[in-house]
């Protein structure tokens, strides 16, 4: 009899809407209208499948609008983030044992169901962190590749696994779950990583809190909910919403739970290691941290380059997004030759970039998350001007929104500042490469390995790249962001992370642990 995973159809990524369409305009602008009509909702933690009430509130506003609420979230108390822990430490004792086949089941239900209320969570993205309307339509399209890409993943890894056969033995190797994790998502995949992440988890069979960023509560709540019509009991996902410093070291360092499973800055997650680290009293495992973490991603234009192609591959991935992607190029490292054409023909299409409310289908870059982010965008760019030669923007753009100008810093040395740190905002440093060895050594120059990628006609110049530039995922001709789950498993190495790599055969394994169990037959 053919198994589950024969029978499920090999995974494919999802397609992209295509806006143009009128039918699919009409049905964005309906969901849009309708997202914004429900912004005065208030939205409770979920704790054991029951609504609780926080002990206070916050509001989530519209980035593009910070007059408009997108909803008002609980402010979960220490209290009730223990509750959670112990509600899912209950619900993993059934839910570990459910076989596996049935958890990805879940999974593909909650796929089909995203997929029925596609337009809904593309209007919340665009709404809760102000994405274009492509870019959020990307995000859910991620989200929808994460559940069945899972599913499939935990069908392979389900049952015994093959081992060196020992005469008079019987012996076999099975993975089993780890037991309650925090999942710690940030906002700028709003629905892709924290479904992801959060789907990871329990199809392995663990149960977990889901900490969401206080950027992105709304869409978390509305993932959870999807969840629990598609079937899961309650307590093997536990929503709780609130400050990530008030909460979020209470529940990392809880003895009972086992991993945490964290995606955001390099300060958090390296805070969160370190606290993860130190057992508290009754604790009996070393907790396992999986940290998915900052970049400083580089894009090299070698001398034989296309240029139209690197111009418009560097612009695409600096302001993508407002340039607030792990993965967005900060750095377009230029060999000498072309280096004043580069810059000359990047002017130009940066000037093309329309800013402004990414509600409007005809806008390509929209506002950035909050206030705090655009202050300290602003004050890499005031660090910038006195490190380079700014050739666009600079400045906020104008509305109510946190908006700011595309801007390029060119003649930038390779150890400045803004050469070296993350900015997470639309903010391009543009460095001179003597030639091409000096390229892969600038581009090397980080502490981060996230993405990378390079622009050249010459197979030797790739080859070269492909041993020594040193990023989780490197890409050639081509833009460094929009991984693709399968084709791309992502994730980057060094300060960007413990190497795991989303959307790839190993990472389920980060949730997982091996017994291995032998009998004496005969
Ligand atoms: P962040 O580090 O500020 O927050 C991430 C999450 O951690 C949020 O949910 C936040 O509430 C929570 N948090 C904050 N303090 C905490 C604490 N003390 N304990 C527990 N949780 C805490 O990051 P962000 O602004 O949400 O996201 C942007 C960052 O994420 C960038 O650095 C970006 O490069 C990174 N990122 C990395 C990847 C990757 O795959 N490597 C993907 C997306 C984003």
Not at 286 to 292: C, G, Y
Not at 396 to 419: L, N
């Amino acid at each position: 009899m053919a198994t589950v995973l024969e029978r499920v159809s090999e995974f494919k990524n999802e397609a992209l809407i295509d806006f143009k369409d009128p039918a699919n305009k009409a049905k964005m602008e309906a969901a849009l209208a309708a997202v914004r009509a429900g912004g005065s909702a208030t939205y409770d933690l979920i704790i054991n499948g029951r609504r609780v009430r926080g002990a206070g509130t916050f509001k989530t506003s519209n980035p593009a609008k910070p007059s408009e609420s997108v909803g008002t979230v609980q402010k979960a108390s220490p209290a009730q983030a223990r509750e959670a822990v112990a509600a899912a430490e209950q619900a993993f004792y059934s839910w570990s044992k459910v076989p596996a086949a049935q958890r990805a089941a879940l999974l593909f239900k909650a796929a089909e169901l995203t997929r029925a209320r596609r337009f809904e969570f593309d209007a919340l993205l665009v709404l809760e962190v102000g994405k274009s309307w492509g870019e959020a339509d990307g995000d859910v399209a991620e989200g929808i590749d994460f559940l069945e890409y899972y599913a499939r993943e935990m069908l392979r890894l389900d049952g015994p696994h093959p081992v060196t056969p020992v005469p008079g033995e019987k012996n076999a190797m099975i993975y089993i779950p780890l037991g309650v994790g925090v999942i710690i998502p940030p906002w700028n995949f709003a629905f892709a990583i924290m479904a992801g992440m959060t789907s990871a988890a329990i199809v392995a069979g663990n149960a977990v809190v889901l900490k969401p960023s206080s950027d992105s509560p709304v869409i978390a709540y509305k993932f959870v909910e999807l969840l629990e019509q598609a079937g899961m009991p309650p307590g093997v996902v536990n929503l709780v919403t609130g400050s990530g410093s008030e909460i979020g070291d209470l529940l990392v360092q809880h003895p009972r739970v086992r991993f945490i499973s964290f995606t955001g800055s390099k300060e958090v997650g390296l805070h969160i290691n370190q606290l993860a680290a130190t057992p508290q009293a009754g604790q009996i495992w070393i907790k396992r941290v999986v940290a998915e973490m900052g970049g400083k991603d580089s894009i090299v234009v070698a001398a034989d380059a296309d240029l139209d192609a690197a111009v418009d591959g560097v612009a695409a991935s600096a302001f993508g997004f407002q340039g607030q992607k792990c993965s967005a190029c900060s750095r377009a490292i230029v060999e000498a030759p072309i280096y004043d054409e580069f810059v000359n023909r990047l002017k130009k299409r940066v000037a093309t970039i329309n800013t402004g409310d990414p509600a409007d289908p005809s806008v390509t870059m929209g506002p950035v998350i909050n206030e705090g982010s655009l202050k300290k965008i602003e004050s890499y760019v005031a660090e910038g001007k006195k490190e380079g030669t700014l050739i666009a923007g600079g400045e906020r753009a104008s509305g109510e929104g946190y908006y700011m100008q595309p801007t390029v810093i060119a003649d930038v040395k390779p150890d400045a500042k803004i050469a070296q740190e993350e900015i997470f905002g639309p903010v391009l440093a543009v460095i001179k490469a003597k030639d091409y060895d000096d390229a892969l050594r600038i581009a090397n120059n980080t502490e981060y390995g996230l993405t990378g990628s390079v622009y050249s006609q010459d197979r030797s110049k790739l080859e070269r790249a492909r041993d020594e530039f040193h990023v989780g995922n490197l890409y050639f001709n081509r833009k460094c962001t929009g991984a693709m789950v399968g084709a791309h498993p992502f994730g980057g190495f060094n300060m960007s992370g413990t190497d795991s790599k989303a959307g790839g055969p190993d990472y389920l394994l980060l949730f997982l642990q091996a017994k291995s169990v032998s009998e004496k037959v005969g």
